[in-house]
C-alpha cells in the first residue's frame, strides 16, 4: 500500500489544483492506495475541499492544529497507513505518470530507505527577469529557491551527498523508526521562513547506512507565482537558507558532541571572513558583471549573513528527533479508505 501525504495550510485554491491533478493521474492496475491531506490550519474550508474530491480520489483529511510544516508532516506519518509514505507539497501539479513512476520505484528498488522525485519550476507564464536567465545555464545559485531539483534524467542511486526534497520524496515506513521523524525546530512556520527540515531527515538515513534512489519519471511541477521572481525575494530566502544551514550544522555537531562554543566562535570567525570577502565582490566587482552574477554576489552575502545569525540560535534538543505522534508504532496495512484502483483508474 501507498500513502500519498500533502500538508496544507491556508491555501485552499492551490490545493485544488493539486488534487486535480492527482484526480488525473494514470492509476497502475491493482494499486492499493490512500491520499491523506493534513490540515495544518483547520478551519472546516479544506475538509469542505476533500470531500468534493471524495468520488475521485481515496482521499481523507485530517487536523494537525500545531502550526508547524513538521508537526504536520509527522501527524501524516501518524495517521497514513502504507508500508511508503510519499510527501508531495500543496502547490504542485504532477505529472500524469507520476503515480506509476512512484509505484514503479517503490517495487523495482526494495533494498532502498527513501525516494526522491523530481521537480521542475512552474513559472505559470510569468516573464523571468534578466538575472533569472535560465537559458544562460540553469538555475545556478537559485535553483533551491525556486526547488528545481533534476540531477539526472534517469532513475539512478543517490549518492551519499544528494537528498530528497519536500516537494517529492517518499519513505519506508520503518525509517521513522529507526531516525525519529522531522524536527519541529525546522521546516516551515506561518509567517516565518525556516527551511532544511527534509535535507536533515534525509541527513539522519544516510548516516545510519540508509540509500536512498532518485526517480526520474515520478516528476512534479511546482507552482512559482510573479511575486516570487524578485531581488528581495531571493535575499530574503537566502537568508532564510545560510541560517538553516548553520542549524543543521550545530544539530549534526549536538549528536557527535561537538556542539561547543569554542566551535561556534571558529564558525563565527570564518563565515566573517567570508562574509568580507563576499562583500567586497558584492560591492565592486560585481557591479562589472552581468545582472545575473551580480544578483548571485548579492545573494552569497546574504546567504552567509544568515550563517552567522544561525550559528547564534539555541542549543539544539536532540529529542526533537523523536516527535510525540511519532513514538507509538504505526501498522502498516490497509483499510476501509484504501482504494485497490482498476485497471482504467477508477475507484
Known sequence: ?????????????????????????????????????????????????????????????????????????????????????????????????????????????????????????????????????????????????????????????LQATERAYGANMGFRRDVFSKVGGFRSDLGVLPGKRRLGEDTEFCERLVTAGLAGVYVAPALVHHVTPASRLTVRYALAWAFAHGRDVARICAIRRERQGRNTWPRRARDIAKHTVFLIGNLVLAATAGWFLDRRRRVGAWFRLIQRVGMIFGVFGHKPALVADWPACLTAPVSPGCSADCVQDTPEGGR
Not at 57 to 70: D, H, K, N, S, T
Not at 102 to 130: M, N, Q
Open 1 to 157: 500500500m501507498l500513502s500519498v501525504v500533502i500538508c496544507t495550510c491556508r491555501r485552499a485554491e492551490s490545493l485544488r489544483r493539486t488534487l486535480q491533478s492527482l484526480a488525473e493521474c494514470q492509476r497502475p492496475e491493482g494499486l492499493a492506495w490512500e491520499l491523506v491531506v493534513v490540515d495544518n490550519a483547520p478551519t472546516g474550508e479544506v475538509e469542505r475541499l476533500v470531500g468534493k474530491f471524495a468520488p475521485a480520489l481515496p482521499v481523507r483529511c485530517v487536523a494537525e492544529p500545531e502550526p508547524g510544516l513538521c508537526n504536520a508532516r509527522n501527524r501524516g506519518v501518524a495517521e497514513s497507513r502504507g508500508e511508503v509514505v510519499w510527501f508531495i507539497d500543496d502547490d504542485v501539479r504532477v505529472d500524469p505518470g507520476w503515480l506509476r513512476a512512484v509505484c514503479d520505484a517503490t517495487a523495482a528498488h526494495p533494498e532502498v530507505a527513501f525516494f526522491a522525485g523530481r521537480i521542475l519550476p512552474d513559472w505559470c507564464g510569468a516573464s523571468l527577469p534578466p538575472w533569472l536567465d535560465v537559458a544562460a545555464g540553469g538555475l545556478g545559485d537559485f535553483g533551491g529557491m525556486y526547488l528545481h531539483y533534476e540531477p539526472d534524467v534517469k532513475t539512478r542511486l
